[in-house]
T-cell receptor
Framework: GAVVSQHPSRVICKSGTSVKIECRSL??????MFWYRQFPKKSLMLMAT?????????EQGVEKDKFLINHASLTLSTLTVTSAHPEDSSFYIC???????????FGPGTRLTVL | KNQVEQSPQSLIILEGKNCTLQ??????????LRWYKQDTGRGPVSLTI?????NTKSNGRYTATLDADTKQSSLHITASQLSDSASYIC???????????FGAGTRLFVKA
């Protein structure tokens, strides 16, 4: 099946710094990608929809200036957590649907810890 | 309100036993229903996808059922293995198939 990768798999940063997380579709092109965050023992919560060549669409309550999304190409979307705070510590997962289907393939996730 | 509710919240079974996980959904319009397995610290992996016209679908030891009338789905795991320990998430996309509604998941623990 289709493969979606994320980098890094885990990152630890200091409060106030910015962290960039990459999501790549390895063997297919994705005009749309999705970013989720997941707290321990909780389900995935959609943060934003990343659109290639246009602005991302953010879910209610998600600060677009804090979580910057750039969908630079048909195989890469990046999520930058700016001015990170400890409460931003979470598991961030991206997903991408293959063209012509609505089957989503999830990345392996990125564990962010903000000290 | 579009919702996906799963039960039980968690489940402990012995290796080799069978189990059934439940999912009730109120998503409209309904496109399809999916079950995912998520290992701890990993992204979800698709197990089954069913449209409203499908009643059952199998993937190895995993069998999913769907009752579109009662809006219920179940995931049956046969002859459980230790590696089945994970969270199982029921997912129902609504309009366009992309605005996905996730259930909270059932955490399954398989013990030797």
């Amino acid at each position: 099946g289709a493969v979606v990768s994320q980098h890094p798999s885990r990152v630890i940063c200091k409060s106030g710094t910015s962290v960039k997380i990459e999501c790549r579709s390895l063997d297919f092109q994705a005009t749309t990608m999705f970013w989720y965050r997941q707290f321990p023992k909780k389900s995935l919560m959609l943060m934003a929809t990343s659109n290639e060549g246009s602005k991302a669409t953010y879910e209610q309550g998600v600060e677009k200036d804090k979580f910057l999304i750039n969908h630079a190409s048909l195989t890469l979307s990046t999520l930058t957590v700016t001015s990170a705070h400890p409460e931003d510590s979470s598991f961030y997962i991206c997903s991408a649907p293959t063209t012509g289907t609505d089957t989503q393939y999830f990345g392996p996730g990125t564990r962010l810890t903000v000290l | 309100k579009n919702q996906v509710e799963q039960s039980p919240q968690s489940l402990i079974i012995l290796e080799g036993k069978n189990c059934t996980l439940q999912c009730n959904y109120t998503v409209s319009p309904f496109s399809n229903l999916r079950w995912y397995k998520q290992d701890t610290g990993r992204g979800p992996v698709s197990l089954t996808i069913m449209t409203f016209s499908e009643n059952t679908k199998s993937n190895g030891r995993y069998t999913a059922t769907l009752d579109a009338d009662t809006k219920q789905s179940s995931l049956h795991i046969t002859a459980s293995q230790l590696s089945d320990s994970a969270s199982y998430i029921c997912v129902a996309p609504n309009t366009g198939g992309f605005k996905t509604i996730f259930g909270a998941g059932t955490r399954l623990f398989v013990k030797a």
